[in-house]
């Protein structure tokens, strides 16, 4: 060989392997270079394929050049992403340098807010502008400079440390603002554009909103200086001016000024369709009556008392409450109230004495929505009897009660007969209702169509249990169980406890006699009670796979079957169900 090293240690039987009389034409080349992984492809192996065949040397040598030209490929491959890296880690830096720079401030001034609009697009003026402002995180408590860009549609400034939002009056076009966690108490304290607000989604969660913010209202002036002259002369000369009534100076007084655009001041923007409110401290909806094209409001984690305004809100489907007072009556007064505290100043406490009848008027509103698909009213101390009928919401699909104060089973299910359409209910939490043990199939029963309850999916097999315990027959088939099963589980099931159940008192092996005698009693029992003429194939009594459903707690199945059903299959289903 013409070189005594070899490049790759597979050289030898890469060339014996596809060699021809000692040497590699064009067309074993390829295939020799395909057994070291090499690219036939590359243009010193095309070069070699059209020259003279090639021998264990020449082949060699082919081989030590194209390893060494793939070496310096993949140097040069690596180099070139280490550029590339650097250039984005230096990009990277460059961009935190930018919003360290633009925190530092505090406002988005014009020379900052220019790094964070986009959305190039036709403006409802007609002209090229951009219509989209993404500034969250950024520790703002100013927005001087949306004025210069007039035709945004979109804004969120969450997350920052806002207290006013009335650079938003600079744009007419609003249609969503997102300004989450911040510090807003006002909530949308700007004036709506002259021709009307156009904002349909506002998300407000997690700042300091309340309705009205307290306003002490200042002491009365100072008395006259008549008044002043006969306090100096009484007390220089007391014999002659008779004692005045003594005058006690008040304290300032809270009080509660009139709200004229409603909580957070939605009552400006009457196009609004989704209202975030989660996590404020807003105690009452006042002013969300004026939103008659509102689909969303989400008010959960607030001290909610009065929701009234939501009344006959027809668009409204999703409503989230969850978290408030709205079941809790507030206490009677004490003697004590109003009364002045040890730093000399009275205090003055909301009374409500109307007791449980004021907190089923607070949710007396929720019938009247029609269109609602979705409510929450977890963690609000309802009550039994302060539940309202939810039977006229023909579209409610999902209803959380969870973590309330529930304890009546059939005033539950009394609440929520005729809403068919409910797939998803959550009732946890009520301590009331966890001592019923068999509440679930009865809301199975009630409302056929869940698939989900107390966070739990519906299995086919509770919804047959629900019928044979709670359907129109269920006495008959409970006699039938008391007739002829136990109410203490077998030793072979011994896991099986539910209450309300029937074992069969006979070993497993005994059961194919069990269910012939149940046959025979059965269909007995249905020739005497019923001489009528029925259908040939189908007995209308409560048939053995009743009595066989019943026997196991996981077997539920209500079936009829027919005379002549094999009696095989009836207990190959049976032993099946025992071996669940």
């Known amino acids: ?61 082919l081989v030590a050049t194209l390893l060494v030209a793939r070496q310096q490929e993949n140097l040069a491959a690596t180099a070139l992403q280490a550029a590339h890296r650097g250039k984005s880690e230096r990009a990277l830096a460059k961009q935190r340098k930018r919003k360290k ?28 502008a951009l219509l989209e402002l993404r500034a969250p995180s950024m520790q703002l408590h100013a927005l001087s400079g949306v004025f210069n860009y007039p035709a945004l549609t979109s804004v969120d400034v969450s997350g920052n440390a806002l207290r006013t939002l009335g650079a938003m009056a600079a744009l007419p076009y609003l249609s969503s603002l997102s300004a989450a966690s911040n510090m807003l108490r006002d909530g949308l304290d700007f004036d709506p554009p002259y021709g009307g607000s156009c904002l349909r989604y506002v998300d407000l969660r997690d700042n300091v909103i309340v309705n009205n913010p307290s306003r002490r209202r200042p002491p009365p002036p100072p008395p006259p200086a008549a008044a002043l002259l006969q306090t100096a002369c009484r007390a220089e000369h007391p014999e002659l001016v008779p004692p005045a009534a003594e005058v006690v100076e008040p304290a300032a007084e809270v009080v509660e000024e009139p709200e004229p655009w409603g909580v957070a001041r939605v009552a400006n923007h009457p196009q609004l369709q989704t209202l975030l409110l989660d996590g404020n401290r807003v105690t009452s909806l006042g002013g969300v009556e004026t939103l008659k094209s509102l689909q969303t409001l989400g008010a959960h984690g607030n001290a909610i008392r009065d929701a009234s305004a939501l ?60 269109a609602l698909q979705s409510l929450c009213l977890s963690h ?14 023909k579209g ?30 959550d009732t946890s939490g009520n301590g009331g209702l966890d001592a019923v043990a068999d509440l679930r199939l ?139």
């Open 442 to 580: 009865r809301l199975l029963h009630e409302l056929p169509l869940l698939v989900a309850l107390d966070g739990g999916a519906v299995s086919a097999i509770e919804k047959v249990a629900a019928h044979n315990f709670h359907g129109a027959d269920s006495r008959r088939l409970e006699a039938i169980r008391r007739r002829h099963l136990n109410a203490q589980p077998p030793s072979f099931s011994g896991t099986a406890d539910f209450p309300g159940m029937f074992y069969p008192g006979l070993s497993l092996p005994e059961m194919p006699a069990l269910l012939t005698a149940y046959k025979a009693q059965y269909t007995a029992a249905s020739s005497a009670a019923s001489p009528r003429s029925r259908r040939s194939d189908v007995d209308e009594t409560p048939l053995l796979w009743v009595a066989a459903a019943a026997a196991s707690r996981h077997v539920w199945h209500v079936r009829r079957l027919a005379r002549d059903d094999d009696q095989r299959e009836i207990w190959r289903l049976c032993w099946c169900n025992f071996r669940r």
């Open 396 to 425: 409610l699909a999902s209803l959380d009660v969870a973590h309330n104060a529930l304890d009546d089973a059939p005033g539950l299910c009394a609440a929520l007969g005729g809403a068919d359409g409910l797939r998803s209910l």
């Open 101 to 128: 720079k633009s925190r530092s401030s505090g406002d988005l001034e014009p020379g900052v807010i220019v790094d964070h609009v986009s959305g190039l697009g036709i403006s409802a003026s007609g002209s090229l």
């Open 380 to 393: 609000n101390g309802v009550t039994s009897a302060v539940l309202p009928f939810l039977g006229g919401l």
């Open 311 to 370: 009344r006959g809100l027809a668009s409204l489907r999703t409503l989230d409450l969850g978290r408030n007072k709205l079941g809790l009556a507030r206490r009677a007064a004490s003697p004590s109230d109003g009364q002045p505290t040890g730093g000399g100043r009275a205090t003055s406490v909301a009374v409500d004495d109307g007791g449980a009848a004021a907190a089923a008027e607070r949710l007396s509103f929720v019938p009247s929505l029609g």
């Open 1 to 61: 060989m013409a070189t005594k090293r070899l490049a790759h240690a597979s050289v030898p039987s890469a060339f014996l392997t596809h060699e021809q009389q000692g040497v590699l034409d064009a067309i074993a080349l390829p295939k020799a270079l395909a057994v070291l992984n090499l690219p036939h492809g590359h243009a010193l192996a095309t070069a070699a394929a059209v020259g003279p065949p090639l021998d264990m040397g020449g082949f060699n040598e």
